[in-house]
């Protein structure tokens, strides 16, 4: 039996990091909600239990607490930053407003230097975000470590094995942040160290086999790296069980579709459906200007033509998502407003009911790409970037025609071409064209020209919920617009969006 660590969710901003950098130490770990019952939590069988940070203050009415028994277990626990506090309010000691909140770098002053700071340097520059701290440690506990604005930033009872940390040793400006989890993993839960992606491919897809027995599976294929890396999962564990459908909209991007039948088809031999609904999306799509109602044809027709081909199967009761944990995490916890209805083509028709295959529910996604390197795929597909399910339908901005897209796809192409020359296609999350429905006057040679511009636009993130534009070097942009101009007919500028995420969002529409 895998050893196991649980991370109860208490809403933070980084949570999502703190199971992941446990798997990153060849742990496996788990999210689960801050109010899991007892014997749920039990029959996972946790080595270790991690608190993580939270909005809330823990004597707020409605605070989230944990079922106490969990203290009871006998396993060791973790607290980070609002996890810390809740194990002092639980054990009775005091958490109090600070009169100086901390957000940010704080260098970290050990005075206990085993256990969870083995080896770990002081002065330590760590991460700080709380309004909050530990004012009076509870009887049984230890001050561990100290920073200028808070005195007591590590706290532990030994024999129980409890530890606090205020810092957040989960994201990297924290320095050594995985060496403390590792201590608290190893030396204090004393784990061995025990598991590998090649672990979570082999479960899985017996998982999958187990999940579906002989039955046939569908997937509606995109190429984008989540659904494909699920769908070679689902391969390996049903071979041509697993029928894939791909959609080509016409808005895709310059020999993407060619791509897809290429690796899929011929390369990887799996049963491939390609629609040509090229002319279906392009009449729907005549006249229309406005981007939500645009994003709703393409999204609806997508689901029409999905379901068209689906009948022609007969009954088939599974379907594969390439849904991640963000995704899931999003989803669970959605409270904000919409500012976009994102369609995801390759997504599921909402009306259709179908047993969800979803081999990748607990990854992120650079796990994602790790495994698809794993399982042997290219990376062409493993390194692609985000892609819009509505595709270059919303960047070719207000009315989508055939020239116009066409237009976009050499655009676009180049600028993919010369990211990939410069070395930078890895470390920017999305760099791409839009098309605005305007044109200025130019000159070439000795001619007058009025065309379209194009804006290229190019972000750094980490999860596409906020971002930051690009510094790209002037020579690449310049390299980008001189190519452009030359090589695309229509387009006779271009220009650089620099723009960040919030105010602006990755996609003009
Ligand atoms: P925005 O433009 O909202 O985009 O900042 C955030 C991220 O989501 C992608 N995006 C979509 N993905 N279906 C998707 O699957 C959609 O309808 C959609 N719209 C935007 C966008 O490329 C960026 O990565």
């Known amino acids: ?96 407003d600070s009169h100086i909140k ?83 993993l190893f030396s204090i839960c004393r784990i061995k160290p025990d598991w590998d992606l090649q672990d979570y491919i082999t479960s899985t897809i017996e998982a999958i086999r187990r999940q579906v027995g002989d039955n046939k599976v569908l997937c509606a294929l995109s190429g984008g790296v989540d659904s494909s890396v699920a769908a070679v999962m689902t391969y390996k564990a049903v071979g041509q069980k697993l029928i894939c459908v791909y959609v080509d909209t016409g808005l895709m991007r310059k020999h993407e579709s060619e ?109 994602v790409r790790a495994i698809g390197t794993e399982l042997g795929m290219s990376d062409e597909i493993v390194w692609r970037q985000p892609f819009p399910g509505p595709g270059l339908g919303v960047r070719v901005l207000e009315e989508v025609t055939h020239e116009k897209v066409s237009i976009l796809q050499e655009a676009d192409y180049i600028v993919q071409e010369e990211i990939r020359k410069a070395g930078l296609e890895r470390e920017i999350w999305q760099a791409f064209a839009v098309l605005p429905p305007i044109r200025s006057v130019g000159v070439m040679g000795d001619d007058r020209t009025y065309s379209y511009p194009v804006i290229i636009r190019a972000v750094n993130s980490d999860d596409a919920m906020t971002a930051e534009w690009s510094r790209l070097p002037y020579e690449v942009l310049d390299k980008i617009a001189l190519r452009i101009v030359n090589e695309v007919k229509g387009i006779n500028r271009v220009a650089y969006d620099i723009t960040s995420k919030p105010p602006g969002t990755i996609e003009w529409e």
């Open 102 to 184: 901390e957000y940010g770098r704080a260098y970290l002053n050990i005075n206990s230097p085993d256990g969870l700071f083995k080896d770990i340097n002081s002065p330590l520059p760590v991460w700080m975000s709380h309004g909050v701290a530990v004012k009076r440690v509870p009887e049984g506990f230890e001050i561990m470590a100290a920073t200028d604005n808070c005195p007591i930033a590590a706290m532990g009872d030994y024999k129980n094995k409890l530890y606090g940390v205020q810092f957040h040793p989960e994201v990297r400006h924290t320095h050594q942040g995985n060496d403390i989890l590792g201590n608290f």
């Open 259 to 367: 791509q897809v039948k290429e690796i899929f088809a011929n390369k990887m031999g799996m049963e491939l459906v390609f629609v040509d609904a090229r002319d279906r999306f392009f009449n729907k799509l005549a006249g229309v200007r406005d981007p939500e109602q645009k994003r709703k044809i393409i999204g609806a027709e997508f689901i029409r033509v999905f379901e068209e081909e689906a009948r022609k199967f007969g009954e088939i009761n599974y379907l594969v998502q390439g849904t991640i944990y963000p995704d899931v995490v999003e989803s669970g916890t959605k409270t904000a407003n919409i500012i976009k209805s994102h369609h995801n083509v390759g997504g599921l028709p909402e009306d259709m009911e179908f047993e969800l295959v979803e081999p990748l529910r607990l990854l992120f996604k650079d796990e």
């Open 1 to 96: 039996m895998k050893a196991m660590v649980a991370v109860l969710d208490f809403g933070g901003q980084y949570n999502q990091l703190i199971a992941r950098r446990v798997r990153e130490l060849h742990v496996y770990s788990e999210m689960v909600p801050y109010d899991i019952e007892l014997d749920k939590l039990q029959k996972m069988n946790p080595q270790g239990i991690i608190f993580s940070g939270g909005p809330a203050s823990v004597y707020e009415k409605g605070a989230p607490q944990c079922d106490p028994g969990i203290f009871e277990m006998g396993i060791p626990i973790l607290g980070i930053c609002y996890g810390m506090q809740l194990i002092a309010k639980n054990k009775k000691g005091l958490v109090e």
